[in-house]
T-cell receptor, first 112, second 114 residues
């Protein structure tokens, strides 16, 4: 059973702080990892993806991947109240399977 | 920007009725998916579809479910005889070839089974 695990939170940070979201995955064959943001009642929206060990930065967001530890994280710098949402971590299947397996999400609240 | 469109946005049905949810994928994407999300729970994979056939399906996707691409544009999910536990948000997603595997989601169809 391929699993993606996240702390469900809720995680609260003050406006302007760094929010750190973590995720682990069970399938060592997974190649690509994704962070989605989901507002209540809405569909997941892609923030960024990563497939190489190390860091990848995109604006205020930094994804980190450590394949040896099977660990993915997302840092949000200068957090804004509009960042308040549930953040979903997902892993792409190994081999010919291309579907993503999602974690249960971490609920983030950025306090003004 | 191209997007995935889904209809209806909300459907209420009686238990035992058939439901068809429709999706128009992004035009140059070749991989199509249905996911569902029961309220408060995780986004769960149902089925993937490529080259006019199912490529993967989950345990959830039993004989009550079917998918097809009847006219080369729409991608549909049919639930033959709905159960109360089918109440969920159903998301269509598409994936392009040559990408990292990222999925692009439609806005979802909320199904309520009474």
């Amino acid at each position: 059973q391929k699993e993606v695990e996240q702390n469900s939170g809720p995680l609260s940070v003050p406006e302007g702080a760094i929010a750190s979201l973590n995720c682990t995955y069970s399938d060592r064959g997974s190649q690509s990892f994704f962070w989605y943001r989901q507002y209540s009642g809405k569909s997941p929206e892609l923030i960024m993806f990563i497939y190489s060990n190390g860091d990848k930065e995109d604006g205020r967001f930094t994804a980190q991947l450590n394949k040896a530890s099977q660990y993915v994280s997302l840092l949000i710098r200068d957090s804004q109240p509009s960042d308040s949402a549930t953040y979903l971590c997902a892993a792409c299947g190994s081999g010919s399977a291309r579907q993503l397996t999602f974690g249960s999400g971490t609920q983030l609240t950025v306090l003004p | 920007e191209p997007e995935v469109t889904q209809t209806p946005s909300h459907q209420v049905t009686q238990m035992g009725q058939e439901v068809i949810l429709r999706c128009v994928p992004i035009s140059n994407h070749l991989y199509f998916y249905w996911y569902r999300q029961i309220l408060g729970q995780k986004v769960e994979f149902l089925v993937s579809f490529y080259n006019n056939e199912i490529s993967e399906k989950s345990e959830i996707f039993d004989d009550q479910f079917s998918v097809e691409r009847p006219d080369g544009s729409n991608f549909t999910l049919k639930i033959r005889s709905t159960k109360l536990e089918d109440s969920a948000m159903y998301f269509c997603a598409t994936q392009r070839t040559g990408g990292a595997g990222e999925l692009f989601f439609g806005e979802g169809s909320r199904l309520t089974v009474l």
